[in-house]
């Protein structure tokens, strides 16, 4: 059989070849056959005048290289500096040369087949970040530990930048060159490589299917000046990276299949319903249908917070594309921006209905129009977390962390955890006065249940206990959206401690010499290693109660 195989093969390149050597066909004075079909291609160049983003304006920005605290003075972007450290540095010029070669031609022809292009790379971008931080992907001495997540946001814009510069010589429309924008974006956050299995493994092992989310890093500083924000990383991120297509054995025997995905640190992508895409098809009903969906983001010092409620209600911190849609003169529940507003120098003018001080998930999986009339409880002010707090709280999840230098916590080792259950409220949603319900207090146990105070639909949401940025907003889509499709799964989110702790040059906090140009320290690397661990343990444990038919606290 092999050499029949091989027989046939041969004899059709023999046919090939004669049907080449017929009367009309001939070779060429390069050695190739003179006739022979070139693959299509149109003209194209770069247009470097093409506006950026607010956020790839950070691309060109140093960290400190001058003054107190600076031992270093490596005054390259550090965008550069972390993207060549984790070995990501070809991405972008491949991604070019693909776009535009060198002899200004390109084979991407029409819209579809960029929109095909952008998404083979988004995805490979994020299989490639993904690879690395599991162990897939060599990385040679001196360059980032494998459980670093920076290079993931920073190669992105760096790419973004290139799209956004692309001039084919075909006709693309503004909204057509917003839509591959779009489209990259997705497939280089995982939104798009989900694949949750059916419910049994090829042994027979039954499936607890998970979808977690992580963010983007954040609070990076105005472009063009040098700060420490940039070398911020993000423990959701890097949690995302470390769990995505991960399955553990739990207790009874089934498997946690987890898929992972990332959100961006703006307003506007998830109005536009990014995440609701990326989550609805898993919550809708079939044999592939999520089991627990856990939203992740980093909230305060050497704690983890199991949130209870999630609030409706956007603050007036800018996100990283620097537009803010809550001014703080203007923060009441029912405000909303106008179409057109500038809501910082240098952002994006306003361009999404509905843009303002609360949450108006899309129609299309609310079932309802929220965002032309605003309605107090259509939908709700406050969303409530359906996690199995207590298993958490049981299971010890800091047990074998190590704790990183300078974090304090109760338990014996890694983080404490506590059930978080605060929140701040608009007794009248028509005055700026706002009343607290503080949280428990108590970590690594329950509360008395007379501690824990639930909000009432007569008031509007200041605050969730996670607060009033993206890591709440992320929160109350999921819980939302739970409730859109009346399922009964574990589904709230995880504050997980602060990770950007660098060396201070006190004992307290390691000992260690504080160095403002440094992109990384033993200290940071600790902490996110801790961090993802103790995670990852929490994860586990979500999955164990579902195991168990634990029910939601």
Partial sequence: MRYARHASRYSLFALAVS????????WAANGDLAGARTPPSVACSWDREAALSYEERRLDTPLPFSGANVVTHDQTPLAERIVKGAGFDGFEPAFAKRLCAADGRTPVTSYAKALKLVTEEGRALWRAAV?????????????????????????????????????????????????????????????????????????????????????????????GTAN???????????????????????????????EAYLLPVSYDPFNRGMQEDTLGPWFRPGPRRVDASITISQGGANQFWLEAWNGRFHG???????????????????????????????TAPISLRGSGCNINPPRRWLGYDSASRWRQNLPAQFSKASLPVRQLLAA???????????????????????????????????NPRTENVPTNGVMNAMPDPSLVLP???????????????????????????????????????????VMNNYYTGVPASGGGAR??????????????????AQTRALLVGVGNALAQGAQAD
């Fill in 316 to 346: 007036s911190s800018a996100g990283n594309d620097g537009i803010v849609y809550c001014p703080a003169d203007s923060a009441l529940p029912n405000y909303v921006l106008p179409l057109g507003s500038v809501t910082n120098p240098g």
């Fill in 131 to 223: 690879d690395r931080a599991q162990g897939r992907r060599a990385i040679p001495a001196g360059a980032l530990p494998a459980s670093d997540d920076r290079m993931l946001y920073w190669t992105r814009l760096y790419m973004t930048r290139t799209l956004r510069q692309w001039a084919p010589s075909f006709h693309l429309g503004k909204a057509q060159a917003q839509a591959l924008q779009w489209r990259f974006e997705r497939a280089s956050r995982g939104q798009l490589d989900i694949d949750l299995p059916r419910r049994y493994a090829a042994d027979g092992s039954r499936y607890r299917r998970m979808i977690i989310s992580g963010f983007d890093v954040f609070t990076l500083g105005t472009p």
């Fill in 515 to 532: 160095n403002d140009n440094a992109i990384s320290d033993a200290r940071y690397e600790a902490y996110r290693s801790a961090i993802v």
């Fill in 396 to 430: 010890d999840t800091w047990r074998g962390i190590e704790r990183p230098p300078g974090a304090t916590s109760q338990a014996a080792e890694g983080f404490d955890v506590t059930w978080h259950t605060n929140y701040d409220f608009f007794p009248d949603c028509a």
């Fill in 19 to 26: 049907a080449a050597l017929l009367p009309g066909a001939g």
């Fill in 228 to 258: 420490t924000g940039l070398r911020n990383g993000n423990p959701s991120g890097a949690t995302a990276l470390a769990l995505d297509g991960r399955e553990f054995r739990l207790a009874d025997g089934s498997l946690l299949r987890i």
């Fill in 455 to 497: 909000p009432n639909r007569r008031i509007c949401a200041r605050n969730g206990g996670g607060g009033d940025y993206l890591s709440n907003e992320s929160a109350y889509r999921n819980t939302v959206l739970r409730d859109a499709f009346r399922l009964e799964i574990p589904a709230g989110h995880i504050h997980v401690p």
